[in-house]
């Protein structure tokens, strides 16, 4: 059972950053993709962003290109979501998840195997 714990969550003001983490210390997380979710409140959770587990390939939803950047570490078994120019519409809690050979084609939820337990982002001044 592949566990995946987030952190890097916190309260920002509007316009700023934060990076998050996405970490394993059982297996390697080489073999598979990752992908980042976030739901607000009252609304479904949605794909974020994903780095696939064979040649690097990444996604990103419309909202977030250009502001967000994922990137993964295989020595380190971690992956990172890069977040920049934060705003309101970005409060959620993040959740990361790994995608057995994963190539980040789709972003359904029923893909990925497993889940971390979420991380809360709060941009507010």
């Known amino acids: 059972q592949l566990q995946l714990v987030e952190s890097g969550g916190g309260l920002v003001q509007p316009g700023g950053s934060l990076t998050l983490s996405c970490a394993t210390s059982?297996?390697?997380?080489?073999?598979?993709?990752i992908g980042w979710f976030r739901q607000a409140p009252g609304k479904e959770r949605e794909g974020v962003s994903c780095?696939?587990?064979?040649?690097?390939?990444?996604y990103y939803t419309d909202s977030v290109k250009g502001r967000f950047t994922i990137s993964r570490d295989n020595a380190k078994n971690m992956a990172t979501l890069q977040m920049s120019s934060l705003t309101s519409e970005d409060t959620a809690v993040y959740y990361c998840?790994?995608?057995?050979?994963?190539?980040?084609?789709?972003?359904?939820?029923?893909?990925?195997?497993?889940w971390g337990q979420g991380t809360q982002v709060t941009v507010s001044s």
């Open positions: 998840a790994a995608d057995l050979w994963g190539s980040c084609t789709t972003m359904g939820e029923s893909d990925y195997d497993y």
């Open positions: 059982q297996y390697t997380l080489e073999y598979y993709a």
């Open positions: 780095i696939s587990s064979t040649d690097g390939g990444t």
